[in-house]
């Protein structure tokens, strides 16, 4: 069975004020509105990784959405590699790890 077309997979990595604001449950929120699926967790260098699959179009509004981030986030850079679905996830969570 082939994938639809317009399936897709992101990894993002957005830097700047984006730990200990709120981001990780804000992307939660609108990856689920979108209906997306996979995760986000807050990386050791003060990063936040973003990693989802879902409709393309779907996550070039998350992408979009990273830029924004929630409000006393200041995002400066979005670094977003695109890839086949992998089908790994089933829904979207916070990694608390």
Known sequence: MTEPS???SLRA??????QGVGFRWWVHELARSLE???QVSNR???TVLVMAEGSRAGL???VEGLWVGPRYAAVTGVEVEWS????RWRR???DHG
């Open 13 to 18: 990595v957005v830097r700047g004020r984006v």
């Open 6 to 8: 317009d399936r897709a």
């Open 84 to 87: 086949k679905p992998s089908k």
């Open 60 to 62: 070039e509004e998350l």
């Open 36 to 38: 997306l699926v996979g």
């Open 44 to 46: 050791r260098d003060g």
């Open 92 to 94: 979207f969570a916070i």
